[in-house]
């Protein structure tokens, strides 16, 4: 399953080769695969042996122009095949990869052609392993993830869950959106590596009775996307999300779930201090109810009115800004229904911010439950610009582009 949060295009021209191991998760190599194939990445496959038994070459060969191997000696691939791949790859994943690969890997054995295939290959090389609980926490296994890591070769930590055996524990192959994710991340230059990053998203809920709400329509897509994006390019990202039961994120992403914005608040300040670049998208109630009744109101007659009192929440952003370190890095949203320029400038300057970035939430395909956003950015050095209506995921991506081009 794909989200508008990661859908994430635009790397045609990048090559990966995608090495399969001899695990019952092989068939989902070709989810990964398709995956990649998406956002317009060229992918070349190399199955072992053992991946062979599990799913055929002719699956990958009628979904892929790129090469398909699948052994040292076979007659069909070029001479040179444990070469090809350090000629041509951008990127090397292997998903799923065994505790035999792993170890291979670590050892320098060359003994197949995956195996040798990796030992020429001088780009990023990521495992996504799949393997028996009680395996994958072997002393050998976790010495060899170890050593691995150690060496700069990424790990997408496996899931806990049901295992094919009918063990339960960690060692299921992670989700193909996370290793999508991952594979990403490694084509993409590391500019933010070692700046935290924060982002809050979502709407918050204000209760007036245990049943009864007031909240907005924010479904926290720009905020995942933005996300998403920074820790593509290598910063290490807190989220702090209102409740947005239908949003996935991923499991490296740490994330504090909150309700209301008192909580987004106290979250967003307990965090903001040790943070280099905060990015505020969430759609924060202004007001919340004055009362909050502990039981649910009854209606007391036919057709009968009520009021609702509502008092001002504090405003998280303003908070943030006015408490900011100079080497910090601010940005805002302003959702806006009409003289969107004038009022996101104003809040640039109230707020504190270095960037606010600003949409009509009524423009057709923008603001809430869209995947798309046409946005204006306004930065505290005066520079302006209006993007055309992008995928939220590239208006994130250029976001990130513009931080590291004009943040200095
Ligand atoms: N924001 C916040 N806390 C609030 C209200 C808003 O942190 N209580 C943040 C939003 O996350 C966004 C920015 O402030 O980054 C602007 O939010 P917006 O809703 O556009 O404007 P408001 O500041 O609420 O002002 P108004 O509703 O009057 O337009």
Known sequence: MTHPHTDFIGFSGKRLQLGVTGSVSAFRAVDVMRRLQRADIQVGVTLTAAAQEFVRPLQFRSLTSGPVYEGLFDSNQAEYAHLEPAQNAHLFLIAP???????KHTGGIGDDLLSSQLFSFKGPIIHAPAMNPRI??????????????????????????????????????AEVEEIFLYALKGLLPQELA???????LGPTREYWDPVRVVTNDSSGTMGASIALAAWLHGAEVSVVRGPTPYLWLPRFLPTVDVTSAKEMHQACLDLAAGMDIICLTAAVCDYRPVAVQKNKAKKTSLGERITLELEQNPDILADIGRARKPSQYIIGFAAETDDILRHAQDKLHEKHLDLIVANSVTHPGSGFGTSTNQVHLISRCGRRESWPLLAKTEVAMRIIEWF?????
């Open 97 to 103: 990869s065994t505790a035999n690969t792993l170890a």
């Open 136 to 173: 994958w926490t072997s002393l050998a296994v976790q010495s060899n993830v170890s050593k691995l890591k150690e060496r700069g070769i990424g790990i997408v930590p496996p899931d806990t869950g049901l295992m094919a055996c009918g063990e339960t524990g960690e060692g299921r192959l």
């Open 194 to 200: 070692g700046q935290r990053f924060l982002v809050n």
């Open 404 to 408: 590291l081009d004009h943040s200095a």
